[in-house]
Nanobody
Framework: VQLQASGGGLVQAGGSLRLSCAASGGTFRRYDMGWFRQAPGKEREFVAAIRWTGGSTYYADSVKGRLIMSRDNAKNAMYLQMNSLKPEDTAVYYC??????????WGQGTLVTVSS
């Protein structure tokens, strides 16, 4: 499975962005999916995840109520709607696919920069 993340950019604090992750080369609908991020000088951290069965979503406490993850199995894509962005959301965002909590496939990352 190949993953391609896109949609990053520069936005002011309080603004919104929508990240996309396009998948190819596999049975997308059978994979759990996740978003992770890595800020400069920090380790990669979990942001959000969605199950392939039932579509349950999970979020890091730091993004609850502001970020919304969704998937469209018909389009082999998933999304991360990011609202009320804060400077501390600045990071490279990665999409991942595989088994929940143990993802096998990773995208190349897309940079989100939130200015204050």
């Amino acid at each position: 499975v190949q993953l391609q993340a896109s949609g990053g950019g520069l936005v002011q604090a309080g603004g919104s962005l929508r990240l996309s992750c396009a998948a190819s080369g596999g049975t997308f609908r059978r994979y759990d999916m996740g978003w992770f991020r890595q800020a400069p000088g920090k380790e990669r951290e979990f942001v959000a995840a969605i199950r392939w069965t039932g579509g349950s979503t999970y979020y890091a406490d730091s993004v609850k109520g502001r970020l919304i993850m969704s998937r469209d199995n018909a389009k082999n894509a998933m999304y991360l709607q990011m609202n009320s962005l804060k400077p501390e959301d600045t990071a490279v965002y990665y999409c991942a696919a595989g088994k929940f909590g143990a993802y096998t496939y990773w995208g190349q990352g897309t940079l989100v920069t939130v200015s204050s």
